[in-house]
């Protein structure tokens, strides 16, 4: 069949006429159609090459959470410079992608972008100190709280199979270890909730904690901190939410009190008459 199309008054008409009858050869010699799918993807080669400019999967999350582990690690200190270059080069990406890395720890309040500067790992101050330890307490008491009415005895046993590993971590002076472990210890607790905004929400609190530990020179002692999680896990044990509750609290209030919280003077006289 063959259609026409006829314009007139802005209005289409549409005229057939048999075409196996007008012009039969036509007909006996036509070639066969083929059928292209429109849902046919690129061709093979296009592919390839879509694939070749994508970037790696997971490039930007792997900056995040490496740069994320070295400070809870303590090994990268507040005010750091964290050149782009630098980065790209260490990750062997584009900079393109440190920087999606960069401003996601900047989202994250891990890490302070400044305008012709660049990035630098964050350096809180008393009052955001303050705060994050105040947060902290008021979540994990609740957490604890909960915990005491649902956990089980197989948790039990895993929370006593994570301080095993913290007190090796102790015992062999493995400052890194120790220092992930004892933070682990709260992600643990969370997890056994079940709840993930909970466990996501209180590791940036974790890691904004690290900071303020490094910025401000934490002396709460890793023996300290390790014989703190022994009693709250006894009390989750014995089911005491009183205890348990009290328990978490006082070891956040611990933490925060021996950190140099107290603001000290700008006086040039008073700096120099203290020497």
């Known amino acids: 069949m063959i259609l026409l199309l006829a314009h007139r008054c802005e209005v289409y008409t549409l005229l057939f006429f048999d075409v196996s009858q007008e012009f039969p050869s036509m007909v006996r010699n036509r070639p066969d159609l083929k059928v292209i799918s429109a ?9 390839r090459k879509a694939r070749a400019a994508s970037p790696p999967a997971g490039a930007t999350q792997r900056i995040v959470e490496s740069i994320t582990e070295a400070i809870v690690a303590r090994r990268l200190m507040p005010g750091t410079k964290l050149s782009e270059q ?23 309040r891990l890490v302070t972008l400044e305008p012709a500067r660049g990035a630098f790992v964050a350096m809180p101050s008393i009052e955001e100190a303050h705060e994050v330890f105040e947060a902290r307490r008021m979540i994990e008491a609740a957490m604890v709280k909960r915990l005491c009415s649902t956990v ?29 472990l004892l933070g682990d210890f709260h992600i643990v607790l969370a997890q056994k ?23 401000y020179q934490s002396s709460h ?25 009290r328990l978490a609290e006082d070891h956040l209030e611990h933490v925060e009190r021996n950190l140099r919280l107290d603001p000290r003077s700008s006086d040039l006289a008073q700096i120099l008459a203290a020497e």
């Open 221 to 245: 002692s890793a023996e300290a901190s390790l014989a703190e999680h022994v009693a709250i896990v006894d009390a989750l044990e014995r089911r005491d939410t009183r205890a348990a509750v």
């Open 193 to 215: 909730l079940g709840n993930q905004v909970l466990v996501q929400l209180l590791g940036d609190l974790l890691s904004r904690s690290s900071l303020i530990s490094l910025m």
């Open 86 to 108: 630098k980065l790209a080069d260490i990750f062997k990406v584009s900079r393109t992608l440190v920087r999606q890395a960069l401003n996601q720890l900047s989202r994250d």
């Open 39 to 47: 849902e046919a993807g690129p061709r093979p080669a296009l592919r």
């Open 152 to 180: 089980t005895s197989l948790q039990i046993d895993e929370f006593r199979a994570h301080l095993k590993a913290e007190e090796a971590a102790v015992a062999r002076t493995d400052v890194p270890g120790r220092t992930r």
